[in-house]
């Protein structure tokens, strides 16, 4: 794509930082729509916008401009049902309406491989959202990638200071192809103008094999030069909290939103990042594709070495 207006939403989020800088790289002239006191990667500009407000997002974000793309990295920070509906959703269809006016032609959406699946409420607000954008009439690329660094980075600090690896069950239970940030966001970007990704659903993985919470915890292990040491916990103790959570959430609110959360946490635990053959059930490594170069282990290393410091991941488990 020949150098263009870009709207990106989400600009401050772990993904969001990344992408601006890759738009940046490929010259596109990048409009974030922030909240108050943002601060966004250099040579991007500055919006402040009520995401949830359509006039806010008409006026203050669009201006009445012309604008050729929205790339939106954009989601609830908590994965909580109301926040979930309010940004994943709501949100996101404030800007697709607003962005019709304005001329855009081309949508690029980060969504979740874990949509495939979707027993969470947030699956389910992104899932409405893909429906609108694929009826929108706009082009589109929407981006269903694996498990990201941050998320399966939450142990390095407890391993380091000498206790074990926690896992689910046996620590096999699941596995991913994780993606780094720069790989990913390289991928978003090239969705703008590489048209063998348009008007699809691109799940999308880093570099390949697919790696189990057992392979993470043996790298880990590995790099520091120990032993491995694992603590295994019963899926079933998740179980009776979300049970718990669940019925006093009835009475008390704050804790059906723990519960659901909980529920996240039970997913990512049991639930594989790869593609999910319809037919079989069954998660499959080989049809999950790849992109990129860095692998988790790589950074690993570098965290392990200073050069990279860990970001827990929101839905983190551990
Ligand atoms: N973690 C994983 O392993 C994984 C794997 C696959 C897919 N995903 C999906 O990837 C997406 C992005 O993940 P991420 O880790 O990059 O997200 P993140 O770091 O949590 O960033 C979320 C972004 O959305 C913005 N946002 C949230 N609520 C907002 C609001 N009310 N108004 C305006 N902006 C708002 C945040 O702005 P502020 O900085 O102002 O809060 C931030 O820029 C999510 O949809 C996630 O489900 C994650």
Redo the contacts with the bound molecule.
Sequence with gaps: MSPSRICL????????RATARALVRRGHDVVC???PG?AISDGATARV????DPDSVARDGFRGERFDAVVS?????T?APK?AW???YQ?HLNVLTAAKAAGVTRFVL?????VQKPLLA?QQA?LAFEAALMESGLIYAIV?????F???SGQIERVRRGRPFLVFGDGTLTACKPISDDDLADYLADCLDNESRWNRILPIGGPGPAITPTDQGEALFALLGRPARFSHAPIALLDVIIGVLSALGRIAPPLAAKAELAKIGRYYGTES?LVLNPETGAYDADATPETGRETLFDYYRSVLAGDASAER???AVF
């Design positions: 939403l989400g600009a401050t989020g772990t993904i969001g729509f922030v909240r943002a916008v009520n995401i949830a990295c954009m989601a609830s920070r994965g926040d309010a940004i994943d949100a980060l969504s979740a491989i874990c947030f992104k269903r990638p694996t498990a990201f941050k998320s399966l990042m991941g929101e839905h």
